[in-house]
């Protein structure tokens, strides 16, 4: 699999989402992408309980740990690349949690307008 360029929305090198537990695509801590990420994991969020559940509930459930993976389940405050779409469907549900910009990768525009994770932001000025 031939990664994209690693950038972000703001068309600089993408920082790292999360290494504990790793995320990404590519399980390297960043929310990188390819042509074969169908669901396009390139929007790099902090977790919340209330999107944990909402999640669950939408048939993704983040925080029952999974062993046989490694995964040790998401909590509250942690930084996770989340699916692009989920993303979108979570906004227009209420339900969106706030995003890390510098993390976010720049694919995730095809799908999710800037200026609306802009106002999710956690990493603006």
């Given amino acids: 699999m031939k990664r994209d360029k ?3 929305v703001f068309g600089e090198e993408l920082v790292m989402c999360g290494d504990n537990p790793v995320t990404g695509f590519f399980r390297d801590g960043k929310c990188n992408t390819c042509s ?3 669901g396009s994991h390139t ?3 902090e977790a919340t309980r209330e999107f944990l559940e909402y999640s669950r509930f939408r048939g993704n ?3 029952t740990p999974v062993p046989a993976f490694g995964f040790k389940g998401l909590r509250p405050g ?3 690349c989340l699916c692009a779409s989920r993303w979108l469907e979570a906004h227009e549900n209420n339900m969106a949690p706030k995003v890390h910009l510098t993390r976010t ?3 995730a525009l095809d799908i999710v307008p800037l200026e609306l994770l802009k106002q999710y932001a956690v990493d603006l000025n």
């Fill in 78 to 80: 942690d930084s996770w």
């Fill in 43 to 45: 929007v790099c969020i």
């Fill in 6 to 8: 690693s950038v972000n």
């Fill in 61 to 63: 459930d983040l925080s």
């Fill in 36 to 38: 074969d990420d169908v």
């Fill in 105 to 107: 990768h720049i694919k």
